[in-house]
């Protein structure tokens, strides 16, 4: 199993990022999928989710309105679109895979994950 993350990088607050995660060696339609972030120092947290099928989604209170998750289940692939990001925004990336959520539903908590990435590192500059 490996889940790829990539799009990473240097952005000025206010900019515009979108994160994806490729995903290989598992029937990547019969998993949820969430993203999660570890700041600098801090315990990972939960950003945003995706049922398996793509219909229920579910972001964090602080990234609401700015951050938008999405897959492609031919391209087995999970995305997040970033935008007007800020200086607390800035962690680093990780997905995830969830084998037990159901075809609308999506899990929160990283306990309720089987399967990560390596992460991609976000920054932004004030």
Known sequence: VQLQASGGGLVQTGGSL??????????????????FRQP?????????????NGVGTR???????RFTI??????NTVYLQMSSLKP??????YCAADRRSST??????PYDYDYWGQGTQVT???
Not at 18 to 35: D, E, K, P, T, V
Not at 59 to 65: F, Q
Not at 104 to 109: A, P, Q
């Open 59 to 65: 972001h964090a209170d602080s990234v609401k309105g």
């Open 70 to 75: 999405s897959r492609d289940n031919v391209k």
């Open 40 to 52: 600098s120092g801090k315990d990972r947290e939960f950003v945003a989710a995706v049922s398996r």
């Open 18 to 35: 979108r994160l994806s995660c490729a995903a290989s060696g598992i029937a990547f339609g019969n998993f949820g999928m969430g993203w």
């Open 104 to 109: 609308y539903t999506v899990s929160t908590g």
């Open 88 to 93: 607390e925004d800035a962690a680093v990336y």
């Open 124 to 126: 932004v500059s004030s």
